[in-house]
């Protein structure tokens, strides 16, 4: 399905298909093979992380100017479905890492490009990058961060609590939304600096390999310089941020669905039951049939979006649609899955119920559904 719709796409899609088959094929001769440890051990991959700087995979949507390979955006949504697939511990740092980039590419100064972008190749992944916005007090309500940020003689001072913020004990530079006189500003800081501290590590249900931390802000001291873009215009650039984070999100939320619904396919053919094999029985072959119209509706919907975003286009609302609608998605056909399964699929053994665990999270993540929802439908009554 991922070959013909690349080929749907472009007229020199050979070049792009053989790009994701090499892609594939590591993936599931490299990637795979940890995907239970890293859960089971709330192990952060970052083995598997190193092996796809080797591959440039995290450099596919980005300019050559900043190490990138400038290949469609299509190909790399297609490149993350197959990481997801394999590991989605490992995609969603793929994730995380392109909406930073994607950040300082559209509004970074020359001086943060060059330096952060390029010479510091988070890129390519050769420094691993988060993003700050949640608080204690509020999720979607983004308006209503306490975190402040007070200039003076070119310093700004931060002060403040971020919490559910994935992998800040391990990245590098962290994307941190704070309140200045001006409104939401957004700033690039080292992680681990002066008066930046992990506060603590919160357990949770899925996505085990990528710890979720609260972080305070101390009298943290940050050069006027690491400001990203205007004073202020910070919340704008959430928005626009987390729209390429919608994109990836819907892709991980396929190569998770996809994932279960192969394993699902498999078992119900192994396993028997009243003297036949289950795949036989009527109501299993309905669980099939749905799981994978729904994953290649998802999938359809996904790589469209992604397409509407490489020829410059508005894609807001197609991007929400995708996201919306591939973490829905994602979590029904898990839930199928361990259903396929019975008893088995309920333990660690067959490890089935990882995948819904991970899913859970996409409903949640970059936007929730409900959230999402509220804005579909505003694009929508704005074009009456």
């Known amino acids: 399905m991922q070959k013909d719709i690349i080929e749907m796409l472009f007229p020199d899609a050979v070049e792009y298909n053989l790009i994701l088959e090499s892609i594939g094929n590591f993936a599931e001769k490299e990637i795979l093979p940890t995907a239970k440890r890293v859960d089971q051990e709330e192990m952060f991959p970052r083995q598997n992380l190193e092996k796809i700087v080797n591959q ?23 490149a993350i479905e197959m990481l997801a697939k394999a590991c989605a511990n490992t995609a969603l740092q793929v994730s995380i890492q392109g ?13 943060q490009k060059n330096e952060l972008l390029k010479e510091k190749g988070p890129v390519e992944g050769r420094s691993l990058a988060s993003f700050a916005l949640t608080e204690p007090c509020c999720g979607s309500d983004a308006k209503s961060i306490q975190t402040k940020a007070e200039l003076s003689n070119n310093i700004y001072v931060l002060n403040g609590t971020k919490t559910l913020i994935t992998i800040p004990g391990e990245a590098d530079i962290i994307l941190v939304f704070a309140r200045t006189d001006k409104g939401i500003s957004s700033f690039l800081i080292p992680c681990g600096m002066p008066g930046f501290t992990v506060t603590r590590v919160i357990q949770k249900l899925g996505f085990r390999g990528h710890r979720l931390s609260e972080i305070r802000l101390e009298n943290c001291k940050v050069a006027r310089q690491n400001l990203l873009g205007e004073d202020g215009e910070g919340l704008d650039y959430a928005k626009q941020i987390l729209n390429a984070g919608r994109a990836t999100i819907a892709a991980i939320a396929i190569g998770i669905a996809q ?16 003297g036949q094999s289950i795949s036989n029985f009527q109501l299993i072959q309905e669980k099939l049939a749905d799981m994978v119209t729904e994953i290649n509706a998802a999938r359809l919907l996904t790589y469209y979006s992604a397409h509407l975003r490489d020829k410059g286009k508005d894609f807001t609302s197609e991007v929400s649609q995708a996201k919306l609608f591939a973490t829905e998605m994602a979590l029904r056909i898990c839930d199928n899955a361990i259903q396929i399964y019975g008893g088995y699929g309920y333990t660690d053994e067959y490890d089935v119920h990882r995948h819904w665990r991970d899913a859970r999270l996409l409903t949640i993540a970059e936007g929730t559904s409900e959230i999402l929802r509220l804005l579909i439908a505003h694009l929508s009554l704005k074009q009456i």
């Open 259 to 274: 994932a279960a619904y192969e394993k699902s396919l498999l078992y119900s053919k192994e396993r028997t039951a009243f």
């Open 99 to 111: 909406m930073i980039c994607e950040g300082i590419r559209l509004f970074g100064n020359d001086r």
């Open 56 to 78: 440039g995979i995290m450099a596919i949507p980005f300019p050559k100017d900043y190490n990138g390979l400038e290949l469609p955006y299509p190909v790399y949504i297609a």
